[in-house]
Antibody
Framework: EVQLVESGGGLVQPGRSLKLSCVASGFTFNNYWMTWIRQAPGKGLEWVASITNTGGSTYYPDSVKGRFTISRDNAKSTLYLQMNSLRSEDTATYYC?????????????WGPGTMVTVSS | EIVLTQSPTTTAASPGEKVTITCLASSSVSNMYWYQQKSGASPKLLIYSTSSLASGVPDRFSGSGSGTSYSLTINTMEAEDAATYYCQQWSSNPLTFGSGTKLEIK
């Protein structure tokens, strides 16, 4: 059974940093691209970052580029999101997702999410 | 950036009723994907490649469309289908989601 479990969320002051983790199990982690998607309270879904299966390439939207860094440790089946210079608008639940990239591009498994609150 | 506009924003249906949710793209996309999010839960894949049902999804759900117009249909509404539904594209960067359609049971 595929499982994705996020951790590392919490309350952080504006301008500070936070690192999220996602432990994957139930599949061969190094065969899949992975992605972080977030959802602000009461709002829709927003793509945050994606990484190839080897970790050799990463992709970000302009809203987080230069502040967030996605990485992975395939030996530990773990995905990370380093978030720097946090802003109030980064407040959201962050979901770890498995990305399917064979002909189509979509997210077939989602973790339960970890909440990040940026506030003074 | 391709903007996905979903309609309606909110709707309600009685058990057994047919429901259709539309997703209009600001530019042509090759495929559309749909997710269901129940209250307090993470999203779940419903449909991939416009019309293919994800594993375990009841066949009362179906997807169709092409170009800039796509739709998700629930053939016969059930109480458990009450949720928010999102469309998604990644035909061009950046990946975008629709703003969601909240479906309630009457």
């Amino acid at each position: 059974e595929v499982q994705l479990v996020e951790s590392g969320g919490g309350l952080v002051q504006p301008g500070r940093s936070l690192k999220l983790s996602c432990v994957a199990s139930g599949f061969t982690f190094n065969n899949y691209w992975m992605t972080w998607i977030r959802q602000a309270p009461g709002k829709g879904l927003e793509w945050v970052a994606s990484i190839t299966n080897t970790g050799g390439s990463t992709y970000y939207p302009d809203s987080v580029k230069g502040r967030f860094t996605i990485s992975r440790d395939n030996a530990k089946s773990t995905l990370y999101l380093q978030m720097n210079s946090l802003r109030s608008e980064d407040t959201a639940t962050y979901y770890c997702t498995r990305l399917i990239t064979t002909h189509y591009w979509y997210f077939d498994f989602w973790g339960p999410g970890t909440m990040v609150t940026v506030s003074s | 950036e391709i903007v996905l506009t979903q309609s309606p924003t909110t709707t309600a249906a009685s058990p057994g009723e047919k429901v259709t949710i539309t997703c209009l793209a600001s530019s042509s996309v090759s495929n559309m994907y749909w997710y269901q999010q129940k209250s307090g839960a993470s999203p779940k894949l419903l449909i991939y490649s416009t019309s293919s049902l994800a594993s375990g999804v009841p066949d009362r759900f179906s997807g169709s469309g092409s170009g800039t117009s796509y739709s998700l249909t629930i053939n016969t509404m059930e109480a458990e289908d009450a949720a928010t539904y999102y469309c998604q594209q990644w035909s061009s960067n950046p990946l975008t989601f629709g703003s969601g359609t909240k479906l309630e049971i009457k």
